[in-house]
């Protein structure tokens, strides 16, 4: 027994001292903000291990397809010969091969091969619904079809200018009939709420539960990769961001004590990003800034697309904000209450009307001061799943001051950033994160903007939101983000209801 106990120390001695080094040399790099370039090694190995995966599973089902092929063909009754002057009869195997639809020809919502437009994006963003026309009026239109949707319709109301008749026929609803179908299969909305789908698996089984037991190399590779993120990634980095978290509670703690403000801005700032830069450690975080030149400035609002509470942590490791959100609780209210110490944020309830108010008041009070770091906003007021950006709310673009735009685009390969906040609590989404491959995105600096003269502030967050959505290769949506949540307003309805009287009345 005392040999056994003397075998478990000296283990525990050899193993733990080079686990304690390790975790050091990555938290001390993290703070520095440098890299051994081991993460992105990582990350170039796993799209290999992906391409191989997706070989693996397309020989599989071409295997598969065959066999099928084989056994209809067997299986199907002998054709009897008819004897024409002009033809030749074929054999059946010959004839299931062309009644069958082949997965070759098959076409797909998208050409890869032309040039993807403003807000588009390959193969339709995986859509199901192809819409060549479509009925449903967009909530800022005024009651009009949109343009890009009234020419798809301008053959149909030129043929329905010559019929004067202005009887009720059956055939005039079928349109709408058709236009609530394809919204009940698939709409705008809605699937902007749920993760991202994938072309080829990642390996993880919350993508995908019917590739891991496919074949053998497959469910070895699988079986490897799941012992890597649970077993030795999950720990390692559960521990790195525990240290993040401990180390902005005390050091944002110290920074609030200190009397004087500008030796307290730069000891923010240093604390600021060296929170953030451990805590993007503990998820295998690669990010890639782009036109470093156009990086926000104080006194001005940086604009971005939100995908995640990530999204603060990402921008956060090249520059210090002030943040503005809503008031969370948990793990978030504690770095809400660490931050607030030492630097001006802005917290506030959704629903209660009168702190929105003192929320205006504080935002233009902080933009007037040049000393003030830029205020990070996410306009869209909900998590998006990357793949589209949603209606700007109008508030930050009425304060004044300069806009930074900032597009962030997640690799959802490596594992998706997507927040379900009304699926996954904090706690459920952190462990997610943390049993991912690695989270890899892009984050690209725009040129500042300004608000014209004459531009209202619907027009210039409209304007803003287009820029955001053109650089990340996101779908530009004029739907509201909230609708998550709630239901469409009775006025969007009412609209639609005067706009098919109109057409009956042939207006």
Request: aromatic share 10%; proline share 4%; hydrophobic share 40%.
């Amino acid at each position: 027994m005392g040999l056994m106990v003397a075998f478990s120390a000296v283990l525990s001695m050899l193993t733990l001292g080079p686990f304690l080094w390790m975790m050091f040399i990555i938290i001390f790099m993290a703070s520095l903000g440098k890299s051994l370039g081991v993460r992105r090694m990582y990350v170039n190995l796993l799209v290999k291990i992906f391409e191989y995966g997706r070989q693996n599973i397309e020989h599989v089902r071409k295997r598969q397809y065959a066999n099928l092929n084989t056994s209809e063909c067997e299986e199907a009754p002998p054709a009897t010969k008819v004897e024409t002057p002009t033809n030749n009869t074929s054999d059946n195997c010959v004839d299931c091969a062309i009644t069958k639809p082949s997965i070759t020809t098959a076409t797909t919502n998208g050409d890869a091969s032309k040039p993807l437009k403003n807000g588009d994006i390959a193969n339709g963003g995986n859509s199901v619904i192809s819409r060549v026309e479509s009925l449903i009026l967009l909530p800022d239109m005024e009651g009009a079809r949109s343009k890009s949707r009234e020419s798809n319709n301008e053959d149909d109301v030129d043929s329905n200018e010559d019929n004067d008749s202005l009887e009720f026929n059956l055939t005039n609803c079928l349109d709408y009939v058709k236009s609530g179908m394809e919204a009940i299969i698939e709409d705008e909305v809605t699937s902007r709420f749920e993760a991202e789908e994938l072309k080829n698996w990642n390996l993880l089984t919350r993508t995908n539960r019917h590739y891991e037991f496919i074949s053998w190399r497959l469910t070895v590779i699988w079986v490897i990769g799941f012992f890597i993120r649970y077993v030795i990634l999950m720990p390692c980095r559960v521990f790195i961001c525990f240290v993040g978290v401990v180390y902005c509670v005390i050091g944002f703690a110290f920074v609030g004590v200190v009397p004087y403000r500008s030796l307290r801005v730069k000891a923010n700032d240093y604390v600021f990003k060296h929170t953030f830069r451990i805590i993007c450690r503990s998820l295998s975080a690669v990010i890639r800034f782009h036109n470093l030149e156009y990086k926000p400035k104080n006194c001005g609002f940086c604009v971005a697309n939100h995908t995640t509470p990530i999204d603060i942590a990402i921008l956060s490791t090249d520059h210090s904000y002030s943040l503005i959100g809503q008031r969370h609780g948990g793990f978030l209210g504690v770095l809400q209450r660490a931050l607030a110490r030492a630097s001006p944020h802005i917290w506030f309830e959704r629903a209660e009307a009168k702190d929105r108010m003192a929320v205006a008041k504080r935002l233009k009070e902080h933009v007037s001061d040049p000393n003030n770091p830029p205020i990070l906003i996410f306009p869209e007021g909900t998590c998006i799943n990357n793949t589209s950006v949603m209606q700007f709310k109008k508030g930050s673009f009425e304060v004044g001051g300069v806009i930074y735009p900032v597009a962030i685009k997640y690799d959802a390969r490596f594992g998706d950033a997507f927040w379900n906040s009304s699926r996954y609590s904090m706690m459920q989404y952190l462990y997610m994160m943390m049993t991912s491959w690695a989270i890899v995105c892009d984050v690209w600096y725009l040129p500042p903007m300004t608000r014209g003269e004459n531009e209202s502030a619907i027009d210039f967050a409209n304007r803003v939101k287009s820029v955001i959505a053109k650089q990340g290769g996101l779908v530009d949506l004029v739907w509201d983000g909230q609708l998550k949540r709630m239901k469409p307003k009775k006025e969007w309805k009412e609209k639609q209801q005067e706009e098919f009287t109109k057409r009956l009345k042939g207006e």
